[in-house]
């Protein structure tokens, strides 16, 4: 166990449809970091938070948003969903520094159909 | 941001040692090198990070050689839990932490 939490663990959705994942970093973690891998894909980053602000962006759509509140949980919101969104989402968290270790959460499971 | 390549996948057996390399030629003087290990439909877990010479923990061994252009992850007597996908981290960008996870290694361990 990570100690990072994630919720759902599984999304069922239709295409056009908004979905919102929610994660917990470990206690004491302020940055959160959020990863798209699709089926036998790699790891693809999308966002970091470090205590509430953006701190990097990779391949994220337009279409979707995400933001960390002031007692560091974060949600990735997904929105106009397509088929090809399908994934597992995973949350990381790490403690301060620069080469600061990441811990993975369960991830969530997305299917749009 | 160093760019890093790693064989697409490895066979062993069990009870053998396994050494998995990571090219990063373009390492700056401040990176670190982490592996993870991510099994189906599971977080990647952090297994060793290192920045030069010779790391080991109860897990595995990571050698570095002095120009720091490689690295080399060893796992010493696998088993069939190991069968995993290995990924090899360098640095971090520079311009935020922007972490890129690269296509990593498939290690298939068989009986």
């Known amino acids: 166990d990570s100690g990072v939490t994630q919720t759902p663990k599984h999304l069922i959705t239709a295409t056009g449809q908004r979905v919102t994942l929610r994660c917990s970093p470990r206690?004491?973690?302020?940055?959160v970091y959020w990863y798209q891998q699709s089926l036998d894909q790699g790891l693809q980053f999308l966002i970091q938070?470090?205590?509430?602000?953006?701190?990097a962006k990779g391949n994220i759509l337009e279409r979707f948003s995400a933001q960390q509140f002031p007692d560091l949980h974060s949600e990735l919101n997904l929105s106009s969903l397509e088929l090809g969104d399908s994934a597992l989402y995973f949350c990381?968290?790490?403690?301060?520094?620069?080469?600061?270790?990441?811990?993975f959460g369960p991830g969530t499971r997305l299917l749009v159909l | 941001l160093a760019k890093t390549t790693q064989p697409i996948s490895m066979d062993s057996y069990e009870g053998q040692e396994v050494n998995i390399t990571c090219s990063h030629n373009?390492?700056?003087?401040?990176?670190?090198i982490t592996w993870y290990q991510q099994f189906p439909s599971q977080g990647p877990r952090f297994i060793i990070q290192?920045?030069?010479t010779k790391v080991t923990n109860e897990v595995a061994s990571l050698f570095i050689p002095a120009d720091r252009k490689s690295s080399t992850l060893s796992l010493p007597r696998v088993s069939l839990s190991d069968t995993a996908v290995y990924y090899c981290l360098v640095g971090l960008d520079t311009g935020g932490f922007k972490t890129i996870f690269g296509a990593g290694t498939r290690l298939f361990v068989k009986a």
């Open positions: 938070y470090y205590n509430g602000e953006e701190r």
């Open positions: 373009n390492i700056a003087t401040n990176d670190y």
């Open positions: 990381a968290s790490s403690s301060v520094g620069s080469r600061e270790t990441q811990y």
């Open positions: 206690s004491g973690d302020l940055s």
């Open positions: 290192g920045y030069k």
